[in-house]
């Protein structure tokens, strides 16, 4: 009886007989499939208030990584709050808010602040 490569018989359909391949394939790549995304990332939020505590609507936040020296910014929603995801734990964020001229002062986000979910409220002083 003529036999295959996998020791099978060559009367087997072509799936069974190339089955022990697929299957050290697909366990080949199962690690990669099972991988996460990096959960060693953090996120900052917060709300943007004005000098009379109101919610500041369509100011800038801007959160400047202190290693690169690249900056993101996000524009404050309806309630005046802002978001940053995927942050590295490693460095030190500078964030600031401006909004028609009025800035805040610059307030850090440290790479000794282990909190996942950092909140740090921004307030706007006086031109």
Excluded at 44 to 72: C, E, F, H, Y
């Amino acid at each position: 009886m003529l036999r295959t490569l996998t020791g099978l018989p060559a009367r087997f359909p072509h799936f069974v007989r190339f089955a022990p391949f697929v299957v050290l394939l697909l366990l080949a790549f199962a690690p990669a499939g099972f991988a996460q995304k990096d959960s060693a990332t953090r996120s900052v939020q917060g709300a943007v208030s004005n000098p009379d505590d109101g919610a500041v609507i369509g100011g800038v936040v801007q959160l400047k990584n202190m290693k690169t020296l690249q900056i993101r910014s996000f524009i404050t929603k309806q309630d005046g709050t802002y978001h940053f995801f995927e942050l590295s734990p490693d460095v030190d964020y500078e964030l600031k808010a401006d909004f028609q001229g009025a800035s805040s002062g610059p307030k850090t986000l440290s790479s000794f602040d282990s909190r996942k979910k950092a909140v740090i409220n921004l307030k706007l002083s006086k031109k």
